[in-house]
């Protein structure tokens, strides 16, 4: 079946530092989507690309879609506090009957 | 606030037992997805439901059952609990078919406890 692998899967990060994660899957995908979740909510969506190389910001948060269509990044720039929480990214196929095929989750947590 | 709604938000019952779990869509929104989340691991896909019809099944239980009424709301229900159904089960929808979009919005779900 298909596969999206996330990494890394947790990150211990300093105040103000940018943080990097990515996804990469086994097959085409012509959607990546971005979500944060925090502890006991719903995921929340913070992305969304549809073109193959689309660069797209949201305040400090900026995503790219691979240009293999294979992969996507989501970079946080001089993170936070309330950037704590997991990040998930989730991809469709073609005529895939919108469904969507997640990653695993980066768990962000501030150092103290 | 995604726009939809599911209820209750908390529910502890026993093993053996049955519950239904309910989720309201966006406004406009034809399609309704069920997920499961155990502690600290990711979204497992159960089934998901478009207009009142099953769209796909992923990963749902012979126990458990869905449906979607024609004011497209739907529940989940389960039955013959066991300790580890205890887990997050969040329903999202998304507004398929309109142009080809596939953002998925949650709701706040539905944390089970079976003790």
């Known amino acids: 079946g298909q596969q999206l692998n996330q990494s890394p899967q947790s990150m211990f990060i300093q105040e103000g530092e940018d943080v990097s994660m990515n996804c990469t899957s086994s097959s085409i995908f012509n959607t990546w989507l971005w979500y944060k979740q925090d502890p006991g909510e719903g995921p929340v969506l913070l992305i969304a690309?549809?073109?193959a190389g689309e660069l797209t910001s949201n305040g400090r948060l900026t995503a790219q879609f691979g240009i293999t269509r294979k992969d996507s990044f989501l970079n946080i720039s001089a993170s936070i506090p309330s950037d704590v929480g997991i990040y998930f990214c989730a991809g469709s196929v073609m005529d895939s009957n919108y469904q969507l095929i997640w990653g695993a989750g980066t768990k962000l947590i501030i150092k103290p | 606030d995604s726009g939809v709604t599911q209820t209750p938000k908390h529910l502890i019952t026993a093993t053996g037992q049955r519950v239904t779990l309910r989720c309201s869509p966006r406004s406009g929104d034809l399609s309704v997805y069920w997920y499961q989340q155990s502690l600290d691991q990711g979204l497992q896909f159960l089934i998901q439901?478009?207009?009142?019809?099953?769209?796909a099944k992923g990963n749902i239980l012979e126990r458990f059952s869905a449906q979607q009424f024609p004011d497209l709301h739907s529940e989940l229900n389960l039955s013959s609990l066991e300790l580890g159904d205890s887990a997050l089960y969040f329903c999202?929808?998304?507004?398929?078919?309109?142009?080809?979009?596939?953002?998925?919005?949650f709701g706040p779900g539905t944390r089970l406890t079976v003790l």
């Open positions: 999202a929808s998304n507004r398929e078919g309109t142009s080809g979009y596939n953002e998925q919005f």
């Open positions: 439901y478009y207009n009142g019809e099953e769209r």
């Open positions: 690309l549809y073109k």
